[in-house]
């Protein structure tokens, strides 16, 4: 069971968790002792989405709620958009996520060459989350270089790495914490202006994807003690 500081199971929000990368850490986080909210632009969406997880895992596991509602209610908000929608999103639940640990894993990608880094203006996607929020949100850039595709079935073992990346160090221990919860290795990767070569790293991930005929490409840090 993992409890905050006093004793208190941490809650969870994942913002646009009803989409794929969001939705399989959602269901792994609630299944190893995460109390989890599935955020949307729409509740009932996200009701039902729930209620479809729920019947398959075989319990009470997420519940849904519109975005500023789930952010409300959280200790941790994870921010799962599209990037052209990001900011909207985020200005969204700007009063919600005050003074929060906020994980960005948002990928700047600029359709239809996503197979090429896009740098966007203000330099990272989880840069411009931080200038929206305010120096009060703690936020953090995690999860970028993980397929939703290897997160699909949460029983499987994913072999793969996650960097992470914030300018306060205790959040990155609690974000480090979710990375192992989801099954997962979370590597200290530095301030969150570093955050600018994980979100660059994905569009090499697909690339190699195309080039090599998979669809699951992913990163290792090689040397880390074990
Ligand atoms: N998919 C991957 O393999 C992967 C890997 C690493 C990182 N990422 C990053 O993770 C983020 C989420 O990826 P995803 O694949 O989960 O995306 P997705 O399924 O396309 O969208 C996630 C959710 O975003 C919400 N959303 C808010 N505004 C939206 C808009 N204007 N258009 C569409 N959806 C909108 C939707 O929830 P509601 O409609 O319920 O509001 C949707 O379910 C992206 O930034 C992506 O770059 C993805």
Redesign the pocket.
Known sequence: MIESDSGIMVTVAVI????????GLAVRWALNGYRVLI????AQ??AA?CEEWNQELGGDYLTGMA?PDAAAAADIVVV???????P??VESIKAQAAGKIVVD???P?KPPHVRTVFLPEGGA?ALNTQRILGPTARVVGA???????KLKDPSAEIDCDVLVCSDDADAKVDVIQLVEAAGMRGVDAGPLANVVAAEAL?PVLLHINKAYGIKTAGIRITGLPS
């Open positions: 646009g968790g009803t989409g794929k990368e969001g939705g955020g949307s632009r729409d969406r996200a989405r975005n799962s958009v599209p990037f052209d929608a990001q909207e999103i894993l948002t990928v990608l996607a999860f970028h270089n993980v397929s939703a595709g994905t």
